[in-house]
Each structure stands twice: as structure tokens, then as C-alpha cells.
DNA sequence: TTGCGTTCGTTAGAAGTTGTAACGCACAGC
DNA sequence: GCTGTGCGTTACAACTTCTAACGAACGCAA
């Protein structure tokens, strides 16, 4: 069953190795934080002197590196897997919230606190944009009509610059950006335990700012209800 | 006009280092992030040893707390003379973005990623219940009538638990936390820079959010633009 | 089966970090 | 002017990342 193809028992023992010390990375990071990672804990732990660990990432960068490029595959395939699913922006939402809380550590690896002087490799980036790829997929599933609003307009023919050359209407761009923005706040906040102590239930909090992405029109967790204050005077 | 009130020299003395040290702290974590901060190079620039910061600030930890104090102390000031000047919504958001613009890593330092076993001391819950309160003031100022939404009729009473038994009405809470989870959704996202080389203006974005917050029903950068498909059939 | 070469793990060590301990000096207040 | 508190020092321990040099083990090929 194990097709592994042509590799060397050499190279399947480094894989293996590279793979454990990945996992106690991540229990580290999970524990710890990303700041909190040591290379020389992880040896101990498998039982190796510190320097050993240099003979498979040239650092502590590279393997943090490489967590952020773990990170975001894992994402990439969740949304593409949900896509394929014929997931609409509903269960994209419920993909991405549950890949959050599976690790909140991992969610702040890709979404959370940059160091100012690191730069994403190119590939990581163009998994940002397979990322962003699955959510226009399902933001231009609703369809736009009527005219573009002024912000919206600002984001004619973006697609091709975000995801692949995706060609999307600018209220597909639009929605996707604020199915991003909308969504990362609350979690963000939620996984930070800023609300705890609040005394409501975060994931309410989550689907009723969904509601407002996938039901613009729904009053039913809108910030007003209907009915509101004439304006117009 | 420096009324400094009855200070001993040593006192006096003592809080000038200080002030100095969280000085040169706050440039590193400027342009190394807080991970990056550290006191013995802190100790150098000023001309010290290492050890002797620790006549100031127990250690690294105490340090940085003390940052993240004066953060949301910061930011607390900023929104309450915000309110003073009876700024609404729309002026504590310039606030807020104004804030964030001005030191990345400060907004970071209380909204990015937490450490896991962290836990904020009371005075910094308060800060942020101070905070919270002004923002409750400005969304207590729109009228809400019309029916609770699900979500924020389970806000119900909940201003008592969050900023000094502030009594909002559940709307009211309901856009606090919109304005809140909204606005950091996007300034967290564009301040960690995901959104370079998009090709829009991070700023439009900011505001067609605020307008959400403002005027839910102003279609002119909503979600969905009006005369949208029928969603009854 | 017998080499040979790559790769791995080791120890030693440099340069950095946080933090403690012990010592001396200088300053402020009495 | 004396005295005690507080400050800065050096020395040191324990930790970190990371390099260098050495030896052993392993796979492959002849």
C-alpha cells in the first residue's frame, strides 16, 4: 500500500526524522507559542544532542519557515476539499472555524503577529493565493447584480493579481474580502481570549457575522433591524 | 507646571531610567517585534550593564507588561479623548486606525497573537473594560428599535460584565462588537500585510466597513448591492 | 564481499540570552 | 559628617542558536 517510489532508505529515514521533529514542534508551538519553540528541547526530547538537529534544518527560521508552509497547505487543502465538496461561503466559514480551533497556534502561524523582517517565500504566497482561489470560487457562486458600489468599483479585474488570474465581478472580490476580514476578526479575538469572560457564546458571534456575508439582506443578526430611523431627513 | 508633587531625587531618578528603558524597548520591538526584545542590548545602549535593569524591572516579563499596560493605557486615552470631543462611531474608528498606523506592533502587542500561558493582570482588564465602555457610548448614541436579532438578544444585560456596568441595550452591543471584530479584522490583516500587492487601498476598505457599522443600511458599500435576487423562492 | 563515499551524530566551543549573587561605591537624609 | 538605602558592577550559572571538526555507521557499487 505504501507506494513510496524511488527513494533511498536514506532519504525515507531523513523524511521520517524531519517529519518527528516537526510534530514536537508543533506540540511545542501548541504549549509555548511560536517565541517558545527550542530546537534544543525538541533534541533532547528524541533523545539527540542539540546540533544534531542542524543536519535537517539549517534553523530554527527554516523550521519555523517550513511550519508556515505546513500551516498554510493545511488550510489550502481544508478549502479546496470543501470546495470540492460543493461547500458554499456557509462551509467555508465552518472549514475555516474548525481548522482555527484544531489549533489556534497554527491559525496565528499564518494569520497572526508578523515578525517585522520577515518576507513569505514565493510559495507560501502562491498558497495564500490557492487560498484565496477556493473563497472567490465561492463568492462568485451568489450572484452581483446592480451597480458596483464605490469601494467595490476600486476592485475591478483584481482577481487576476489575487488568486491565479481568477476572473471574479468586483462584487465577488468584494464579498471575499469581507468574508476574510469579517470572519479573521472574530476569530482572531475569540482565539485570543478576548472574550472570554463576556459572557456570550463566540461561535453565535461567528455565524452571525457570516449571516451578514452570505444574507446581506437578512435582518435577522444585522447590526440594525429593519425598520430603523428615516434617514433620508 | 511640572508639578511632580513630593518625589524624592532617587524616585525621580528611578523613573527616568525606566521611562528611558521602556523607550529603547519600544524601538526594538518597533523594528524587531516583541520576541526580538532584549534587555541586554537595551543595558548597552545606555551605557550599562546587563544586570543592572534588573533594579528596574524584575525581569524580561515585567518589562513587557509593562509595555502592554501602557499600550492599552494608550489606547484608552486616545479613545477617551476621542469620545470627549464627541467623536461618534466614525471618529473612534479614525482613532482607532490613526492608533494602529502610528505603531504597528504596539496594536500587535494588545491584539496579535497571545502567548499561551499569559495571563493579563487586573489593571490591563480594566483598561480594556475602559475601553470597551467608550466604545459602548458611541454605539449606545444610534437609536435601535425594531426586534432583537437572535444573536443580540442574547446580549441581553451584558453591559454590566463588560465595562463597568455600562447598561446598552443588546443592539448597541451587538455593534460594539461589529465595530470591534470588524475594524480589527482589517486593520490586523493590512498591518501584518496580507494585503500587499493586492492592489487596493487598504484604507477604502477600512471605511466601507465603518460604513457597514455607520449606515447598515447605506447600500453604497454593502455586501450585496440593492434589487438583489430574490431570496424568497 | 569488500571497499568507498555520503550522511549522520557526536563533542567542543563561540557568542548570545536571561537571571542570580556578592561586592563596592555614591548619594540622600538625618 | 555619619549611616543606610539604592545603584552599578563583575562573576557566574543555565540556557539558547549555531559552527567546526571528528568518527562511526550506513548504503551503494564494484
Given amino acids: 500500500m505504501a507506494e513510496t517510489g524511488t527513494t ?18 508543533w506540540e511545542q508551538i501548541a504549549t509555548a507559542g511560536a517565541s517558545g519553540l527550542s530546537l534544543n528541547a525538541i533534541a533532547k526530547q528524541m533523545g539527540l544532542s542539540g546540533p544534531a538537529l542542524y543536519r535537517y534544518f539549517a534553523g530554527r527560521d527554516e523550521l519555523i519557515t517550513e511550519l508556515i508552509r505546513d500551516a498554510y497547505r493545511s488550510l489550502a487543502d481544508a478549502f479546496r476539499a470543501a470546495s470540492a465538496a460543493g461547500a458554499g461561503l456557509a462551509g467555508l466559514a465552518r472549514t475555516l472555524r474548525a481548522w482555527a480551533l484544531d489549533d489556534p497556534q497554527r491559525y496565528f502561524l499564518v494569520y497572526g503577529t508578523p515578525v517585522p523582517g520577515y518576507h ?33 468599483a476600486q476592485l475591478e479585474g483584481l482577481g487576476r493579481q489575487w488568486a491565479d488570474g481568477h476572473p471574479a465581478p468586483p462584487a465577488a472580490l468584494r464579498r471575499a474580502l469581507a468574508f476574510w476580514t469579517r470572519l479573521h476578526g472574530v476569530l482572531s479575538l475569540e482565539l485570543a481570549g478576548h472574550f472570554t469572560g463576556m459572557g456570550f457564546d463566540p461561535a453565535h458571534l461567528f455565524t452571525a457575522e457570516l449571516t451578514t456575508l452570505t444574507d446581506p439582506s437578512d435582518p435577522s443578526d444585522a447590526i440594525d433591524p429593519p425598520g430603523g430611523p428615516d434617514r433620508s431627513g
Avoid: C, H, N, W
Fill in 120 to 152: 513569505a517565500p514565493d510559495d507560501v504566497t502562491a498558497l495564500a493565493s490557492e487560498i484565496m482561489a477556493s473563497l472567490l470560487d465561492a463568492s462568485a457562486e451568489a450572484p452581483s447584480d446592480g451597480p458596483a458600489a464605490p469601494f467595490a
Fill in 8 to 25: 533511498t532508505p536514506r532519504e525515507r529515514y531523513r523524511a521520517q526524522v524531519r517529519a518527528e521533529i516537526k510534530q514536537r514542534a
